[in-house]
């Protein structure tokens, strides 16, 4: 099955400055691929996603970008700002099956003042 | 639009009794909704996926006779943890994909997630 890793596992960095967070996968069959923000104790909440036909989407301060020959994915948080401070999990999908998640391990973000 | 809820949020529960969960689409119909675990500060587990109107697909390892799920209806799934032990204590939340909204198909919309304690 899909196996997803994460890093790094936490993250620190000051207001104002880029945070990236980086994701691999092993199944190649994989096509979709979302991240997450969970804040303590609450849902987990869908940022930004792409889809295995585009190398690179952006949403204001948010990116990802994805290289499928290395699979591979990033997100880049520009500007950061303290409610930015959460866990960020990414994620991958493949066809079929329901298009079941599997989940990376988190990062746990804090943006210091 | 695509808005999720779990009931209940947070339950405590005797050992050997059974918990029921329920997960909710509000908005849209989800024939397929998904139920995870989570531990504290790790990540999500698939436990299984439910599918409205047939058996539920479960995740290698999880007993299905302990958790079990019915997807009666379009709009509800539910997730039964049966004679309930400590270590089933957990966050348990659920999902529903909703494949005519604005996001893409395989976007998946999370609950609240439930906390369960099991004395």
């Known amino acids: 099955g899909e196996n997803v890793e994460q890093h790094p596992s936490t993250l620190s960095v000051q207001e104002g400055d880029s945070a990236v967070i980086k994701c691999t996968y092993s199944d190649s069959a994989s096509n979709y691929f979302p991240w997450y923000k969970q804040e303590l104790g609450k849902r987990p909440q869908l940022i930004i996603d792409i889809r295995s036909n585009v190398g690179e989407k952006k949403d204001q301060r948010i990116a990802v970008t994805l290289n499928k020959t290395a699979k591979h994915f990033s997100l880049h948080i520009t500007e950061t700002q303290p409610e930015d401070s959460a866990v960020y999990f990414c994620?991958?999908?493949?066809?079929?099956?329901?298009?079941?998640?599997?989940f990376g391990t988190g990062t746990q973000l804090k943006v210091e003042l | 639009g695509a808005v999720v809820s779990q009931h209940p949020s947070r339950v405590i529960c005797k050992s050997g009794t059974s918990v029921k969960i329920e997960c909710r689409s509000l908005d849209f119909q989800a024939t397929t909704m998904f139920w995870y675990r989570q531990f504290p500060k790790k990540s999500l587990m698939l436990m299984a996926t439910s599918n409205e109107g047939s058996k539920a697909t479960y995740e290698q390892g999880v007993e299905k006779d302990k958790f079990l799920i019915n997807h009666a209806s379009l709009t509800l799934s539910t997730l039964t943890v049966t004679s309930a032990h400590p270590e089933d204590s957990s966050f348990y939340i659920c999902?529903?994909?909703?494949?005519?909204?604005?996001?893409?198909?395989?976007?998946?919309?999370f609950g609240p997630g439930t906390r369960l304690l099991v004395l």
């Open positions: 994620a991958a999908s493949q066809p079929g099956g329901g298009n079941k998640l599997t």
């Open positions: 999902s529903a994909r909703n494949p005519s909204g604005r996001g893409t198909q395989e976007t998946q919309y």
